[in-house]
């Protein structure tokens, strides 16, 4: 300990850094007064921004492997790892180290990463309670087992449903090919097949909107038009209501509408804890071959040659797809090539190296419960409740009028003003239901919309439709001070002429009806007069007729027949 007040001192501002939780982590280990000669020189030197700690950059950001190296390591788990528990796991990390450098030397011009904590990355991947009992000790190993053995309910398709949303890794350009950023992509995943059962793609942040269009496109059926539409040649139909939803706590994934839909459709919602990408491992894997398969299209923003944001310049120059043929471009590679891939014996619950579209037709006829009809689907995601009254045309909600020949009987019999419930869809306008309480008439009633030609957009879009536009805005605001410049003009005009003189209102409108009548004889006196015609030259003449035509050829007798 030192001695003296300086040392004194230290041990007390010693004791108050180690004391106060923002701080006591950046506390040294070993403190005494030199530490603070030394913090008192650095402030007067270089100021105080020299005090903050300046490892902010240390660690690692990157992925610590590559995808070659992430194939080898899996090939390694299959052939070892889960075959034997005599393999320990630096064992089967030096294997992996050895294939990896053997198969690429040579073939890329550098070799990525490929140590232990390279394997441990990629393990840390996978929840699979082989894997975990045979890298971590007894204690851990029990705790994550008991998560992992989470997907040992999986037996069949809609079991457990996984679902997430990304940030797609190329760029994308509007319809005159001005680039307009990269898309976010809502997928969700049989964890019992692995195949995409739905995927949406937008251009605004992920949202409980987006989220709630995956879920409904999980439920609804895709027709022939689909298929033909795409040129997609695996057609299968992979509708159906899950059991199990798994999803992350995003902010996508939480809002008013979303639980009130899990809840009415019957599925179970199981969300993981943040920063936990490994607890969803099926979606986790589907972004990662989407990415893949991304980065060869133009506007990537990475590749092998050009990792780490070197190339999102020339993605956005390279920017020339839309959204539409995105969407197609990726419906195309789900049926025709990520659905035909062989999943690894590490990557299915189910234990069984099968392409996604095997095990979907080997398990579709062990599914229990059927697909729901589309006005089931519908109802379920009527999640908002509001009352109105009847009309005589119907009903209106969010500025959209509804009417039906059901809705038509109904009003008859319980007459105008009588205030019914209203549920509805908040993303889907063309149709509600109403909720009565009359015999002989359908409960609840789907009500469409009057329109026929009504799209499918969500009742904030019709109140952005029908606001005025900033153009429109301008417009009347210039039509507005024109109007204040017209009102100007008679003004000073009045202001010149000074101020009328009083009389006999009668008289002087009588003098100035005269006075316009005058006027206007004397402006159509400018004009020629009509030419004069003799009427007993036109009197009793016979009307001119057109000359008929005659046919340069006889009619035959033929034609005449």
Request: glycine share 6%.
């Given at each position: 300990?030192?001695?003296g007040?300086?040392?004194?001192?230290?041990?007390?501002?010693?004791?108050?850094?180690?004391?106060?939780?923002?701080?006591?982590s950046?506390?040294?280990?070993?403190?005494?007064?030199?530490?603070?000669?030394m913090?008192?020189k650095?402030l007067g030197?270089?100021g105080?921004?020299?005090?903050?700690?300046?490892?902010?950059?240390?660690?690692?950001?990157?992925?610590r492997?590559d995808?070659?190296?992430?194939?080898?390591?899996?090939e390694?788990?299959?052939?070892?790892?889960l075959?034997?528990?005599?393999?320990?796991i630096?064992?089967a990390?030096?294997?992996?180290?050895?294939?990896?450098?053997?198969?690429?030397?040579?073939?890329?011009?550098?070799?990525g990463?490929?140590?232990?904590?390279?394997?441990?990355?990629?393990?840390?991947?996978?929840?699979?309670?082989?894997?975990?009992?045979?890298r971590?000790?007894?204690?851990?190993?029990?705790?994550?087992t008991?998560?992992?053995?989470?997907?040992?309910?999986?037996?069949?398709?809609?079991?457990?449903?996984?679902?997430?949303?990304?940030v797609?890794?190329?760029?994308?350009?509007?319809?005159?090919?001005?680039?307009i950023?990269?898309p976010?992509?809502?997928a969700?995943?049989?964890a019992?097949?692995?195949?995409?059962l739905?995927?949406?793609?937008?251009?605004e942040?992920?949202?409980?909107?987006l989220?709630?269009?995956?879920?409904?496109?999980?439920?609804?059926?895709r027709?022939?038009?689909?298929?033909?539409?795409?040129?997609?040649e695996?057609?299968?139909?992979?509708?159906g209501?899950?059991?199990?939803?798994?999803?992350?706590q995003?902010?996508e994934n939480?809002?008013?509408?979303l639980?009130g839909?899990?809840?009415?459709?019957?599925?179970e919602?199981?969300?993981?804890?943040?920063?936990?990408?490994?607890?969803?491992?099926?979606?986790?894997?589907?972004?990662?071959?989407?990415?893949?398969?991304?980065?060869?299209?133009?506007?990537?923003?990475?590749?092998?040659?050009?990792?780490?944001r070197?190339?999102?310049?020339?993605?956005?120059?390279?920017?020339?797809?839309?959204?539409?043929?995105?969407?197609?471009?990726?419906?195309?590679?789900?049926?025709?090539?990520?659905?035909?891939?062989?999943?690894r014996?590490?990557?299915?619950?189910?234990?069984?190296?099968?392409?996604?579209?095997?095990?979907?037709?080997?398990?579709?006829?062990?599914?229990?419960?059927?697909?729901?009809?589309?006005?089931?689907?519908?109802?379920?995601?009527?999640?908002?409740e509001?009352?109105?009254?009847?009309?005589?045309y119907?009903?209106?909600?969010?500025?959209?009028?509804y009417?039906?020949?059901?809705?038509?009987?109904?009003?008859?019999?319980?007459?105008?003003?009588?205030?019914?419930?209203?549920?509805?869809?908040?993303?889907?306008?063309?149709?509600?239901?109403?909720?009565?309480?009359?015999?002989?008439?359908?409960?609840?009633?789907?009500?469409p919309?009057?329109?026929?030609?009504?799209?499918?957009?969500?009742?904030?879009?019709?109140?952005?439709i029908?606001?005025?536009?900033?153009?429109?805005?301008a417009?009347?605001?210039?039509?507005?001070?024109?109007?204040a410049?017209?009102?100007?003009?008679?003004?000073?005009?009045?202001?010149q002429?000074?101020?009328?003189?009083?009389?006999?209102?009668?008289?002087?409108?009588?003098?100035?009806?005269?006075?316009?009548?005058?006027?206007?004889v004397?402006?159509?006196?400018?004009?020629?007069?009509?030419?004069?015609?003799?009427v007993?030259?036109?009197v009793?003449?016979?009307?001119?007729?057109?000359a008929?035509?005659?046919?340069?050829?006889?009619?035959?007798?033929?034609?005449?027949?």
């Amino acid at each position: 300990m030192n001695e003296g007040p300086a040392g004194g001192r230290s041990e007390i501002l010693k004791g108050e850094l180690l004391e106060d939780a923002r701080h006591a982590s950046y506390a040294p280990s070993s403190f005494n007064i030199r530490t603070l000669q030394m913090w008192k020189k650095t402030l007067g030197d270089e100021g105080p921004n020299r005090l903050i700690p300046h490892n902010q950059d240390q660690g690692q950001f990157g992925p610590r492997h590559d995808a070659d190296y992430e194939d080898c390591v899996f090939e390694v788990l299959e052939q070892l790892l889960l075959k034997s528990d005599r393999v320990t796991i630096r064992v089967a990390a030096a294997k992996a180290e050895k294939l990896y450098r053997d198969r690429y030397t040579g073939t890329k011009e550098k070799l990525g990463d490929c140590a232990l904590r390279s394997f441990l990355s990629v393990m840390n991947t996978l929840r699979a309670d082989d894997v975990i009992r045979a890298r971590h000790d007894t204690e851990t190993a029990k705790r994550l087992t008991l998560q992992a053995r989470f997907y040992a309910r999986v037996e069949v398709p809609f079991d457990v449903v996984e679902i997430d949303s990304t940030v797609g890794d190329v760029f994308l350009s509007d319809i005159r090919g001005v680039c307009i950023g990269r898309p976010v992509i809502c997928a969700a995943i049989d964890a019992a097949s692995g195949f995409p059962l739905a995927i949406r793609i937008d251009l605004e942040s992920a949202s409980e909107k987006l989220t709630i269009q995956t879920i409904k496109e999980i439920m609804l059926p895709r027709g022939e038009e689909f298929f033909e539409r795409l040129g997609i040649e695996n057609r299968i139909n992979t509708a159906g209501v899950p059991r199990v939803l798994v999803s992350d706590q995003g902010s996508e994934n939480s809002g008013k509408w979303l639980p009130g839909i899990i809840a009415q459709s019957g599925m179970e919602w199981a969300k993981k804890i943040p920063g936990c990408p490994e607890k969803k491992p099926h979606v986790e894997r589907f972004f990662l071959e989407l990415n893949r398969y991304l980065q060869t299209l133009p506007g990537a923003t990475t590749s092998k040659t050009m990792p780490h944001r070197a190339r999102i310049e020339k993605g956005m120059f390279e920017a020339c797809i839309t959204v539409e043929e995105l969407e197609g471009l990726i419906y195309k590679w789900i049926y025709d090539v990520y659905a035909t891939k062989i999943r690894r014996l590490i990557h299915s619950p189910l234990r069984v190296a099968e392409s996604p579209l095997d095990s979907w037709n080997r398990m579709v006829n062990g599914i229990a419960q059927l697909p729901l009809q589309p006005n089931e689907v519908h109802q379920i995601f009527m999640v908002k409740e509001t009352k109105r009254s009847l009309q005589h045309y119907g009903l209106d909600v969010g500025n959209v009028q509804y009417s039906s020949p059901e809705l038509c009987e109904l009003l008859s019999e319980i007459g105008r003003k009588s205030t019914v419930e209203v549920r509805y869809d908040p993303t889907d306008i063309r149709a509600i239901a109403v909720v009565h309480n009359r015999d002989g008439v359908p409960n609840p009633m789907i009500v469409p919309a009057k329109s026929e030609h009504v799209l499918p957009i969500a009742f904030k879009d019709v109140a952005r439709i029908k606001k005025p536009s900033d153009e429109a805005k301008a417009k009347d605001l210039a039509a507005r001070a024109t109007a204040a410049d017209l009102a100007q003009k008679a003004q000073e005009l009045a202001e010149q002429r000074g101020k009328g003189k009083i009389t006999s209102l009668r008289k002087a409108r009588k003098a100035e009806a005269q006075r316009r009548k005058i006027t206007q004889v004397v402006e159509r006196a400018k004009s020629p007069p009509l030419k004069s015609a003799s009427v007993s030259k036109t009197v009793n003449q016979p009307t001119p007729r057109m000359a008929v035509r005659r046919r340069e050829q006889r009619p035959q007798m033929d034609i005449l027949e």
